[in-house]
């Protein structure tokens, strides 16, 4: 496993992050999950994200009880708020109410002392931007979090912040978690230069599209039984991956990877982490054994000829937009 700074920060994540969207708490029975997380760290793992909002707190009871069997100092445990957490007007956003009372409630979830990395979920338009930069430093002061990012900031928010950030000498914001995978690419254009620019690292979800980029899905054949598209109860951000045309020009990615003696998915992890200003991909996994697969990317570099072939592959459905 190779490891990454997370922006200008001095912590290291490693290049492959374990993730609980839609996963642990929700539709991964808690044994299986926590074997997962273990299976994780034992391959090198350091960084391990959640968020309150995964159903309802659920999943990060399960990561806290996954994690209290290792050193807390030799992971990085990264948890998230903005979503919300009950029926109240307060009990949602980013207020400086919801973000020290939700910190609070996460620590207990999470059972440990302190948070590597505390984001905010999404940008909150109805607070100042101010408050919730100075709630957030306040938590670092407190030695409840030691840094903080955001989730899906564009690059107007992220400039808005880190000018806050200056002018009133805060600590600075570290990360911004994006979704980023070969058919989702729209931070390439400005977040991704800004952040860079202002010293923050990305850490990506999805680099394998929801499943897509496994190439478990073929052009005009019937779903997978099992898979996550065929379950009914997830796979609203899926469907929209499951075009013939987008689905033709992945079997071609993946006759890229197998003359590379790769997977597709060791492919488009690898091509994810191609970017400098990603620090982190981040998977998931319902069983152990995906790991050993996936965390094998880490370390790849593609040439130039690689990366070529593959653009000019992906520049056949440039416009797809799916839904996510």
């Known amino acids: 496993m190779q490891y990454r700074r997370l ?74 708020v903005y979503f919300p957490m009950g029926d109240g007007p307060n009990e949602r956003g980013l207020s400086r109410k919801h973000i020290i009372e939700q910190c609070e409630a996460s620590l207990k979830r999470l059972g440990v002392d302190y948070i590597d990395l505390y984001q905010c979920h999404r940008f909150d338009e109805e607070t100042p931007v101010e408050e919730t930069l100075r709630a957030l430093d306040d938590l670092v002061a407190q030695g409840k979090i030691l840094y903080y990012g955001v989730s899906e900031w564009n690059a107007q928010q992220i ?21 980023y995978n070969m058919l989702v690419r729209y931070i390439e254009k400005e977040v991704l230069p800004v952040s860079q620019e202002e010293g923050i690292g990305q850490v990506v979800f999805s680099p394998l599209a929801q499943g897509i980029l496994t190439g478990k899905y073929k052009p005009g054949q019937k779903l997978p039984e099992g898979s996550r598209a065929a379950n009914n109860q997830i796979n609203t951000w899926i469907n929209s991956y499951l075009r013939n045309d987008v689905l033709e020009c992945i079997s071609r990615l ?53 990366l070529e072939e593959i653009e000019s592959i992906l520049k056949e459905i440039d416009g797809f937009v799916p839904i996510w």
């Open 254 to 306: 993946e006759n890229i990877a197998m003359d590379l003696g790769l997977t597709l998915s060791q492919l488009a992890i690898a091509w994810v982490l191609r970017q400098p200003g990603v620090s982190s991909a981040i998977v998931g996994a319902s069983r152990p054994s995906q790991l050993d697969e996936n965390v094998k990317a880490s370390g790849i570099e593609l040439t130039p000829e690689t």
């Open 159 to 179: 400039r808005l912040a880190m000018s806050i950030i200056r002018e009133k000498n805060l600590r600075p914001l570290i990360s911004n978690q994006s979704i």
């Open 7 to 80: 922006g200008n920060s001095g912590l290291k994540v490693s290049e492959i992050g374990l993730g609980s969207w839609l996963t642990y708490g929700e539709t991964i029975d808690p044994e299986n999950a926590i074997k997962c997380i273990h299976h994780a760290y034992e391959l090198g793992i350091n960084f391990f994200d959640t968020a309150n909002a995964y159903n309802r707190g659920e999943a990060e009871k399960i990561v806290g009880a996954a994690l209290k069997d290792f050193p807390r100092s030799s992971y990085v445990l990264a948890t998230k």
